[in-house]
């Protein structure tokens, strides 16, 4: 059974460009939750999408913004790129609320 | 707003010791509680899930406890062993109907063979 599954790996960015980053989840899992993690904030919620509808955002600019489609994978944007936003980019898929979240292997983006 | 927190932040210890982790949050009104570690440049492997209506679960090595009312779990892994070193992290999950998830700041392990 494939895990969640992260593309790209890694990404360098220069500051005021835009990212796309993609995120398909396990077979069967319509909850799809993205996070940031920086050493100095630690990991922080991002936003969660449950059949391609938003359902939770985090505290974070409306640069960052996603998208959720038919066949449950995600993809996460952030536009005008800021150094501060070089970071791991973690997506979670889940089968059902109560369930066992399960992580990709993150997007290492580097802001230049 | 919940607020999980984690203690010891790092914590080295001798091959074959046992040892506990800790983990606490401010808002008692949980979801469930999860387990996780990080490997260094790594996304996070499940190791334990517990509901808030379960006291404790277990997986080979590992024992996880949950006291609700008291905002407190403890991850226990029993005989260590140097590939046990990594980064330890504990969510809760806060709220019904939204999957988010809130996280401690982890506790850097390291078993010294």
């Known amino acids: 059974k494939a895990g969640v599954t992260q593309t790209p790996r890694y990404l360098i960015k220069t500051r005021g460009q835009q990212v796309t980053l993609s995120c398909s989840p396990i077979?069967?899992?319509?909850?799809v939750s993205w996070y940031q993690q920086t050493p100095g904030q630690g990991l922080q919620f991002l936003f969660e999408?449950?059949?391609?509808?938003?359902?939770n955002k985090g505290n974070f600019p409306g640069r960052f913004s996603g998208r959720q489609f038919s066949n449950s994978r995600s993809e996460m944007n952030v536009s005008t790129l800021e150094l501060g936003d070089s970071a791991l980019y973690l997506c979670?898929?889940?089968?059902?609320?109560?369930?066992?979240?399960?992580f990709g292997q993150g997007t290492r983006l580097t802001v230049v | 707003k919940q607020e999980v927190t984690q203690i010891p932040a790092a914590l080295s210890v001798p091959e074959g010791e046992n040892l506990v982790l800790n983990c606490s949050f401010t808002?008692?009104?949980?979801?469930?509680l999860q387990w996780f570690r990080q490997d260094p440049g790594k996304g996070l492997t499940s190791l334990l899930l517990?509901?808030?209506?379960?006291r404790e679960q277990t997986s080979g090595r590992l024992n996880a406890s949950l006291d609700k009312s008291s905002g407190r779990s403890t991850l226990y892994i029993a005989a260590s062993q140097p590939g046990d070193s990594a980064t330890y992290l504990c969510?809760?999950?806060?709220?019904?109907?939204?999957?988010?998830?809130?996280f401690g700041t982890g506790t850097r392990l390291t078993v010294i063979p």
């Open positions: 979670a898929s889940s089968k059902q609320d109560e369930a066992e979240a399960f």
């Open positions: 077979s069967g899992h319509r909850s």
């Open positions: 999408y449950f059949s391609e509808t938003q359902r």
């Open positions: 808002d008692s009104a949980i979801y469930n």
């Open positions: 517990i509901q808030s209506s379960q």
């Open positions: 969510a809760v999950k806060a709220q019904t109907g939204a999957n988010n998830l809130f």
